[in-house]
Nanobody
Framework: QVQLVESGGGLVQPGGSLRLSCVTS????????MGWYRQAPGKQRELVAR???????NYADSVRGRFTISRDNAKNMIFLQMNSLKPEDTALYYC?????????WGQGTHVTVSS
């Protein structure tokens, strides 16, 4: 069973930055488009960024220009650099394949943006 482990979340002030990391045990990682998802309290989980195996990225309108997704195929990892954070970015962030999440969800990593 593929495992997904997210890390890097925390409490940050508005305008601040965080870098999230995700490592997967999937040994065919390089074949998959990967994505970062988030779920805010009381809301549905949404896909905010994705990156193909050839490093083409795509972003939700709400984060475009502020977030950058990247991947390290040698380490089976993806990253999310989040800049200019806003209170509405507060959520539990997850990684999975994209746009369809084919693996069981990990525990996620909490991001709280508050002064």
């Amino acid at each position: 069973q593929v495992q997904l482990v997210e890390s890097g979340g925390g409490l940050v002030q508005p305008g601040g930055s965080l870098r999230l990391s995700c490592v997967t045990s999937e040994n065919q990682f390089t074949k998959y488009t990967m994505g970062w998802y988030r779920q805010a309290p009381g809301k549905q989980r949404e896909l905010v960024a994705r990156i193909t195996s050839s490093y083409i990225s795509n972003y939700a309108d709400s984060v475009r220009g502020r977030f950058t997704i990247s991947r390290d195929n040698a380490k089976n990892m993806i990253f999310l650099q989040m800049n200019s954070l806003k209170p509405e970015d507060t959520a539990l962030y997850y990684c999975n394949s994209a746009p369809a999440a084919v693996w069981s969800w990990g525990q996620g990593t909490h991001v709280t943006v508050s002064s």
